[in-house]
C-alpha cells in the first residue's frame, strides 16, 4: 500500500528490483509488456523509465520492457479489485492491525502476501542511485506519451509515441561516455532511505497525546513511543 509522497519512487523500485530478480518472469519470458495508470508522481516519471532502462541494460534480466498506459477512466486492473477486498469500516489504530487485516482480506486464489517492512530493510534509494547513470533531464515530455519501451538493440534510447499505434520515437537517456558500462554481474544496491524512524514535529506530537486517550492502550503506548523533534 503506498501514498504518492517524494519517497514513493523509492518504494517502486525496491519493489520491483526482488520481483524481477527472483520470480519466474526471466526464466520464462524476455519481453515484459506492463499496463499502468498515467500518475506523474507514480508510473509516469523520469525515474520510471530509468527504472526500466536499468532492468534491461544494466542488470540484463529481459529484452524489453513495454509500458503502456490506457485512457483514463477505471481499468478494472487486479489491484483495483484487491483493493475493493479491503473491509475499511474495520477498527484500525496502528500499522502492525493493517497487516492483520490484509492477511484475512482476501482467501482466492490465494490470500495476499503481506511482507513487513522494518527500519534499514527493503526500501532504497533507487531516484538517487540513478542520478549519475542517466542525464539529469528527460530529453522528451513525459506527461503527453501513451506508450514507452526499452529494448537491447537500443542501449542508448528509450523508444515512445503520444498514440498507440503511431511511428515510435528515440530519445536519449543516457550519455554517450556511459554507453558499454555493465554491472550485470555486480549489481551495487542503492543505500537504504530508512536508518531509524522518521521524527514528526513537535506540534504534532502534542496534538497526538492530546487524541491518544481515545485510542486503546496498546495503540497508545505505539504513539507515545513515536519519535519527535
Known amino acids: 500500500m503506498y501514498s504518492s509522497s517524494p519517497g514513493f519512487l523509492n518504494d517502486l523500485g525496491t519493489n520491483y528490483i526482488p520481483l524481477v530478480k527472483t520470480s519466474n518472469l526471466t526464466s520464462t519470458s524476455t519481453n515484459l509488456e506492463i499496463f499502468c495508470d498515467s500518475a506523474g508522481g507514480q508510473n509516469k516519471n523520469y525515474t520510471v523509465i530509468k527504472f526500466i532502462h536499468f532492468v534491461v541494460h544494466k542488470l540484463k534480466l529481459l529484452d524489453s520492457i513495454k509500458i503502456t498506459y490506457p485512457i483514463r477512466g477505471h481499468s478494472y486492473l487486479e489491484c483495483d479489485k484487491n483493493m475493493g477486498l479491503i473491509n475499511l469500516k474495520t477498527h484500525m489504530e496502528v500499522p502492525y492491525q493493517w497487516y492483520a487485516l490484509l492477511k484475512v482480506s482476501r482467501q482466492r486464489p490465494k490470500p ?20 549519475n547513470q542517466y542525464l539529469k533531464k528527460c530529453s522528451f515530455p513525459v506527461q503527453s506519451q501513451r506508450e514507452l519501451m526499452c529494448v537491447r538493440e537500443h542501449p542508448r534510447v528509450i523508444l515512445h509515441r503520444s498514440n498507440y499505434n503511431g511511428i515510435w520515437e528515440k530519445s536519449p537517456i543516457v550519455a554517450k561516455k556511459n554507453i558499454g558500462s555493465d554491472t550485470s554481474n555486480e549489481f551495487e544496491s542503492p543505500d537504504f532511505s530508512y536508518q531509524f524512524f522518521l521524527p514528526i514535529s513537535a506540534e504534532k506530537y502534542k496534538d497526538l497525546m492530546d487524541l491518544k486517550r481515545f485510542c486503546s492502550e496498546g495503540a497508545q503506548s505505539y504513539f507515545e513511543g513515536i519519535p519527535h523533534v
Not at 113 to 131: D, H, M, N, S, T
Open 112 to 131: 495476499f502476501e503481506v511482507i513487513e517492512v522494518g527500519i534499514g530493510q527493503l526500501i532504497r534509494k533507487f531516484a538517487e542511485f540513478f542520478q
